[in-house]
Structures are given as C-alpha cells and as structure tokens.
C-alpha cells in the first residue's frame, strides 16, 4: 500500500469515527434534559426527510433537476410504504417499478 | 452477546444489504479505476465504511488531490452523524465504552434508519444493534471487494438498482410518520432539505436540516404540553408531563433500565 493512501484510510477511518462515537460515548453518561430528548425525538424524521427529498428533485451532479422517474417511482411507494410498512417489500417494489419504467420509457 | 438478539438484528439488516451490495459493488468498480488496489478498497470499506465519503474521496482521488483535503472533506460529510449518534445515546445507558464504540464504528444513515424505526428492539439491546450494524456492513464489504475484483460482470445501473436505497428510506421515513405533528415536521424538512441542497455545496444540507426541523419539531412539543417553567426535573413535573408521548417514552426508556439491572 502506498504511504499515501494509507494516511488516506486512516485518517478518513478517524474522522468518520468521532462524530458517530462521540455522542454516544457521553450523551449516555450525561442526564439529558427533557426538552432535548423531545428534540432528539425529531431528529429521525428530519434526516430522512432531508435524504429523500432531494434525491427527487436533483440529478447527480448535486444542480436541481426534476428526476421523473425517481418521482414517478417514489410515489408509488410512498402509497405503498405508507399501507404495508414492510421495508422488504417497499424496496423489492421500488425496484421494480423502477426497473419496468426503464423498460417502458 | 445474546446470540437471538443478534440473529433478529440480522434479519432486521437484510432489505439494507439489498441496497449495500450493489452501491459497494459500484464503489469497488470505481476505486479500481482511480487506482486503488482491490486490498485498499476492502480496509476502507472496513475502516471508513461511508458510502458517500467513500464515493467523494474516489472523485477526489481520480483528480489527483492528496489525502490531507480528501480527509477534511470526509469529517465534513459525516457530521451529520453527530445527530444520529446522539439520539442513539438515549437507548444505550450503561453499556462500556467498549460496547460504545464498537456499536457507533458501524453507525450509518441507513442501519441509524432501520433501528429507529423500532425502539423496542434496540432499548438497551446492543446484541440486536451489532446483528444488524454487523451484517450491513459485511454487505458493504462483500459488495466493494467483490464490485473490486470482478466488477465488470453486473451493471449496477440495471435491475432498479439505483432505487433500491431511495425506497428503503421512504418507507422508513413513513415508519416514524406517527401523528399529524410528524407530517409537519416531515413537510417542513422536505422543503427545507430541497433549499438548503440548493444554496449550499455538499453535504451540509442534511445537518442543517437535522437541526432546524428537529428544533421546529421540539418548539411544536412544548408548545403542545406545557412543561415547567424551568427545569425542576423530579416528582410532579413528570407527573404533569404523563400524557406527553415524550413522557412515555422517558420512563419506557427507565423500565427498560431497570430490568437490565435485574437480569
């Protein structure tokens, strides 16, 4: 391996290490107070909103662009998910219906 | 290390490697490309284990930039973690340090995503959290290394591949879409995600919008159940606070403490 990008791994092996460690590493020896907890409680929901959206509505060089058949494939599946909240099959769907639309269009 | 508990984790981990597979397979197609090793792409996918960063540091790679930037870039990308760590503190109270880091090395959007979409299974369960964490990274090892050494046998734009991870986390996000308060949330981080994407470069937009609709939901709970003027924290505030979902939540998490210092 060459020197190079071993400093690479590991360096990128520690930066990606602390923000994920940190947090739990302390936060479960401190006592949190409740209007924090109740602001953690969100957090979920608002990084997943902030994953999905997006992919709809920029392409892959990161500039906004309408992606149709991310779109015309989420919405299925947001019906779907939101019916049968079964992660096997939202993702063996989404999968297909992408796949078919490809075929179709 | 309770191995039914670790078992259901890994069952729990199986729609994430449908995605993990092909996205690593992609990754360790690229990396041989930019001249990585197919040795330097299994450590990374082992030490680093983060799809986008992964995928950056490649780009970056591939046009000849040095490790130092690739590196600042990397901590940037993943601060969004910080988050996710932190609202996984609430469920692992006393557990080591070294349990600690172990579960937060494998942390990622995706097993973050799936364990707290059922806070029963992961209250003080490591097991079930390394199971899951475990194999999903497995997945993403297999898929580099294999995408590495054989990459040219499937195309990993085909078969719907690329929707694979998207359907993943909507049906994740409509999991925690429990009362109409959350599908406000769930608006208002959508819009705001989109604007945030917009005006600023990288990665930042999914932090920012971890902060500001995190912080709207919080304003939206405590206008909701009024709470103590300040923070007194024992007796009859709980008391008063006993209809609060977050309430519930709060002395479930206690429960569960106090019967893993029973068994």
């Not at chain 1, 997943?48 to 991310?70: H, R, T």
């Not at chain 2, 705001?192 to 990288?202: D, M, Q, R, T, V």
Request: charged content about 15%.
């Amino acid at each position: 391996m060459k020197l190079d990008t071993l400093y690479l791994i590991l360096g990128m092996g520690i930066v990606t290490f602390l923000p994920r460690f940190l947090p739990m590493a302390f936060l479960t020896r401190w006592v949190i107070p409740e209007r924090v907890k109740m602001g953690l409680g969100y957090i979920p929901i608002s990084i997943l909103s902030a994953i999905v959206f997006p992919i709809l509505f920029f392409n892959e060089a990161g500039k906004v662009e309408i992606q149709p058949y991310y779109l015309l494939s989420a919405f299925p599946v947001f019906i779907f998910a939101w019916k049968v909240k079964s992660l096997w099959l939202s993702v063996v769907l989404g999968m297909l219906i992408y796949w078919g639309l490809g075929l179709l269009l | 290390m309770d191995d039914h508990q670790f078992k259901e984790g890994a069952k729990a981990a199986l729609p994430i490697a449908l995605g993990y597979l092909p996205v690593g397979m992609a990754f360790g197609i690229l990396a041989r490309k930019a001249g990585l090793t197919t040795f330097e792409v299994g450590w990374m996918s082992l030490l680093v284990y983060a799809g986008a960063s992964q995928f950056i540091a490649i780009e970056m790679i591939s046009k000849g930039i040095l490790w130092f930037p690739i590196v600042m870039a990397t901590f940037f990308i993943n601060l969004r973690h910080l988050l996710m760590s932190s609202t996984l503190s609430l469920y692992f109270k006393k557990n080591r340090f070294r349990t600690l880091s172990l579960l937060s090395a494998q942390l990622t959007d995706e097993s973050f995503a799936v364990a707290i979409s059922n806070t029963s299974k992961i209250l003080n369960r490591p097991s079930y959290l390394f199971g899951l964490q475990m194999t999903s990274q497995l997945a993403w090892i297999a898929g580099s290394v294999g995408g590495a050494l054989f990459g040219k046998l499937i195309d990993h734009k085909e078969y719907g591949i690329p929707f694979a991870l998207p359907s993943l986390f909507i049906c994740l996000l409509l999991i925690q879409i429990k009362k109409v308060r959350h599908l406000w949330v769930m608006v208002i981080a959508g819009i705001s995600s989109i604007l945030f994407k917009w005006a600023f470069p990288g990665n930042w937009y999914i932090l920012l919008t971890g902060l500001l609709a995190s912080g709207i939901g919080m304003a939206f709970e405590i206008k909701l159940i009024p709470s103590p003027s300040t923070a007194s924290g024992s007796g009859e505030p709980l008391a008063r606070r006993g209809e609060g979902e977050p309430a519930r939540r709060t002395s479930s998490l206690e429960r569960g403490g106090g019967g893993k210092n029973k068994g």
